[in-house]
Structure formats: C-alpha cells, structure tokens
C-alpha cells in the first residue's frame, strides 16, 4: 500500500504516508476494500524491531493482516506473503521439514493450517 510504509520510523510520518494514500486511493464508504499487505509496507528481511513496528502501523491503518472473506461462494484468504516467506526461510535454515515445524504464534502458517482445519472439521 505504501511504498515506504516499512522504513517509516515515527507515528506523524507514517501517519502523513497514510493520509496521501487515503487522498489517492479515496472510495465511496459502501464499496467493500479488503488489503494485502506486501513487503513495502511490513518488510522482508528485517530487524525484530522494524519489524514490529511496520506490522503495528500496518494493523493500525489497514486491519488484520491474515484475513479470509467469503464473496458470492468463494473463499479467498489474504496472506501475509512477507511474513510467510520469513517463516519459511527460518524452517529452512534448521533443515526442518514442515509436518515437524512448529508455526509461529499468530502466524501466517498458523492461520493457514487454522483454515485448512477448519476446512477438514466441515467437510469442506
């Protein structure tokens, strides 16, 4: 969303980057906008810290950042795809195989398999 949501370091300046997106990107209150977050606005790659600070302005400004919406019988999930290539690196480095990976609390391989469970719980 933003181009440089991710290096933005204090709450005015990310609060001004929001503001010009909201100016650019102005729709009518009932059309449905669902977000995706990327890596220009959480990162890839980063310090713990930036991190955290890039997801936190993220979920302030544009909400959840795993989400699934049902529209006219499909279901789409919206994924964190940054934070799910992070994750995946990390399984890799450790050599471990994914049916023994543990997936990050509140992660996007955790809402993934979430899904997929619940799925499987429905006969879906």
Do not use: C
């Not at 499909?74 to 543990?102: C, G, M, N």
Request: proline share 3%; hydrophobic share 35%.
């Amino acid at each position: 969303m933003l181009s440089s949501g991710h290096q933005v370091k204090g709450e005015e300046e990310f609060a001004q980057y929001y503001a010009k997106f909201e100016r650019v990107f102005s729709l009518s209150r009932n059309i449905p906008v669902f977000y995706v977050p990327g890596n220009k606005d959480i990162g890839l790659n980063m310090k713990t810290s930036d991190s955290a600070r890039a997801r936190r302005h993220y979920l302030e400004h544009f909400g959840s950042i795993n989400s699934k919406v049902s529209i006219s019988n499909h279901t789409f999930l919206l994924l964190d795809a940054p934070s799910l290539v992070e994750e995946d690196y990390q399984r890799a480095e450790i050599f471990k195989d994914y049916h023994d990976w543990t997936p990050k609390r509140d992660g996007t391989v955790e809402f993934v398999a979430a899904f997929n469970e619940s799925r499987t719980e429905t006969g879906e």
